[in-house]
Structure formats: C-alpha cells, structure tokens
C-alpha cells in the first residue's frame, strides 16, 4: 500500500520550531535545514512571493516525517562522536605502534644475541673436543655461570634496555664489524674514551663481555667502546688484528659525535683481547714508520694500552695451552702456523732491533694480572713489562695477589664497593684532572649484584 504524501508549507510555525520568544532552537533549526534542503529548488522561488503567501513545498512521503526527521539527526550526532572518538585513537595509534616496533626489534635483537652466544659455545666446544676433561670444565663452567646469575641478569637488563647503550654500531664491513658505545648519563663537556677489546680463547670473543666494565666507567663519566671482532673459524689471527684496527680507527674518527674527547683516548684488551690490542698497537706503530700501509689513526692518539691478564709471548704460551685443552693444532690453526707465532708474540717482537724507532711511537703501556690466575700465569705479564723496559718502552705492572683470571674482571666487579681494578684504571685516566680526581674520590660504592658466600663458590669452582 502506498504511503500517503502531505503538503508541507512554509512559513509554518509548526515546522520551524520556534519559541515562544522568537529564539531558534538550535536541535530544532537543524531538522528545519534537512526540510528546507530537501526542497532547495522550490525555496529559491518563494523569495520574491508575497511575504502573506504560502507557497507550497513539494511533496515528502510519510517515511520523512518529524519523528523520521528527529532520528536521522540523532544518527547524525552519534555518528560525530563516533568520528570524534575514532580521531582520538588514530593519535594513539602511531605512538602504540612505535612501541610495538622497538619491543620487536629489541626481542629480535635479544634472540639474535642468544644464538649467537650459543653458537660461539657449540664452536668452542666442537674445537676442544668431547673428553672427560673438557666434560668437567663444562660442567664446572655451568655451576660458574648459575652462582653469578643474579649480577649476569642485572647487566643483561641495563645492557638491552639503558638508554646509554649504543648497541651494534656499525665500524666496518666484514662481519661482525660491530661496537656497543657506554655513554655517561650527564657528560660535562668532552669525556675520555677506553676502546676495549674483550676476550674469550680467540673463539668466543664477544662485545657484550664488556658490558659490566662498559657500565663502571660510564658511571664515572668515561665512554667505553667494546669492539666485537672475528673468532676463529671465521677468522684468524690477521683478520681478528684488522678488524680491531678498523674500530679503533672508527672510535678515533667518529667518538667526537658521541661526546667523546679524541683527544684522551685509552687502548685495552683482557685475555685474548689484551694480546689483539697489544698486536694492533704494535703493527700500526710499525706502519706508520713507512714498513706497511697506513690507516686512519696514529698511535699518538692513544694516550695509553691497559693489558688485563693477557699473553705477549706465544712461543712459552703453546704448550701451556695445550695441557690445558687449548690443543696445539687448534692454536696453531687460530694463529696461521708456526712461522706467525713470531710475528703475534708482541713481546719477541718488541726486542727485534729493526724495529726499535716504532717502539719509542708506543705510549704508556700498563699491565694488569692477577697472581693466581692459572689460565694465562701472571709471568705473562712481567716478562712483557721487563722486555718493553729494556729497549726503552714506559711500562708498568700492577698484580693482584691471589686473584684469578675472572676475579679481577667478574667477581670483584659484581661483589661491589671498592674494586682495585677499577679504581686504578681510573687513576690513570684521570690523572691530572683535578675535578675528575675529586669526583672519584666522593664517588659511592658501587652496589653488590651477587651475595659473597656464591661469589666465594664461584672462585672455588670456575674453570678459569
């Protein structure tokens, strides 16, 4: 059945919705608009009517009338705070989904960093053997690992979520061409810069080994630069020498843009990581004499090499790796056979009279080692410092009695306070900044990350 249609006329005190004291009413003046719109073309006409006239409007079916009317506007409006709301969240979203992007990297980041790590421990491994000593030494390496849990965690989180961490920047373009930067919170002009090289056997060398000496000294205003670099299988000694090269050339180059001093900066290795930096050292102070090519940084520009537990002379240290389960076949492979032993054994390599002007270019060179570390013995250090005196070198040696190869490193650091180590790392790279020096001496104590009885068990059990 077909609706019935009904004139509608204007003017109408009905249909304009006006009130009693002539005012508009403002929900009501919009359904008028709808009316009129819908008859825009027979409104233009009535204008020039008599104003006593009604001129008639065109026809609307019931479908549209007042009730009709009053629920399409109120559709209106819902539809308005709708679009409002929706405006609201599209605000939101970008910011919601900015966060989502760097949770995914920093989880991918994490994950990449644990295969990574796992993989180096299956290399070393698969390199070692699978006998009953290295049986042990993993086990014990497994006690080690979870007595030291606690402050492995506490890094672990300041490393993935400080803001002060630069992770991954890119020095070069081999693989693992990579540094992680430790920035000071509030830098007070330019700050001295340490380039540290980690160490790990020559096959489990990685950066993020760092991170607890990155973390210290950042705490007292000093940039840290861990240099990650080639292990071997992926490569050899020469390639592990380059590619801490280009780092150091990358930290001399770019540390201003970081808030680093160029001026003020220091050199130092631990373990493996020690004898890489002494090598690199050593053949730029030789390249720059004319006998090889150059690169983009002088050894002038390190104001000194920190050496912590590492090895200078491969001839002595062969067999005693190899009693250990570092197999001379292994090392001789990681060190390119035994006509390179020479030339990576800085402290044969200092004594050769040819070379003795590229000696008089090395800067302050400072030896750190404990007196009961049993994976490098500290003689590694003493006749290293002895042999660079006598052909007129500035050398210095520091020991720790009793402490071992980790203790200075690892559980010194994590049992807080006062840690000698660090203190006189500092000492020397503060020397002669009286308001450094201040500072350091005001400066609290670091905080414990591991209770003492694990730290004492650690000592007792680490296969180090």
Known sequence: MQSQMLPITLPSPTMLFRTENGVVDEENEQQNRLLLSSSSSSSSLSSNKDDNSKEKMPFLSRALSYTHLTH????????????????????????????????????????????????????LLRYLGIGYRWITKF??????????LPGFIQVGYYYYRSRQVRRGIVYGDQPRNRLDLYLPENPDGPMPVVAFITGGAWIIGYKAWGSLLGQQLAERGVIVACI??????????????????EGISFICNNIADYGGDPNRIYL??????????????????????????????????????????????????????????????????????DQSL???SPEVRVQDPSIRSAIQLLPLIVLFHGTGDYSIPCDASKTFADALQRVGAQAELILYEGKTHTDVFLQDPMRGGKDELFEDILSYIHSGDSAALAKDAVAPPRRRLVPECMLKLAHMVSPF
Not at 73 to 101: A, M, Y
């Open 342 to 344: 020479r030339r990576f």
């Open 268 to 337: 130092m290795g631990q373990s493996a990581g020690a004898h890489i930096a002494a090598c690199t050292l050593l053949e730029q102070a030789i390249k720059e004499l004319g006998e090889g090519d150059k690169t983009s940084w002088s050894v002038s520009q390190i104001r000194a090499y920190f050496g912590l537990s590492g090895g200078y002379d491969l001839f002595k240290l062969v067999d005693y790796f190899h009693e250990r389960g570092l197999y001379r076949s292994i090392f001789l492979s990681i060190m390119e056979g």
């Open 228 to 245: 990650d670099y080639r292990n071997f299988p992926q490569g050899t000694m020469s390639d592990m020498v380059k590619d801490a090269s």
């Open 139 to 148: 086990l014990a390496l497994g006690c080690y690992a979870m007595l030291l």
């Open 72 to 123: 399409l506007v109120s559709n209106k409006k819902k539809h308005k705070r709708r679009r409002s709301r929706n405006s609201g969240d599209d605000d939101i979203l970008p910011s919601l989904s900015r966060q989502q992007s760097t949770l995914t990297q920093e989880v991918t980041h994490a994950a990449s960093e644990t295969y990574l790590i796992t993989r180096l421990g299956f290399e």
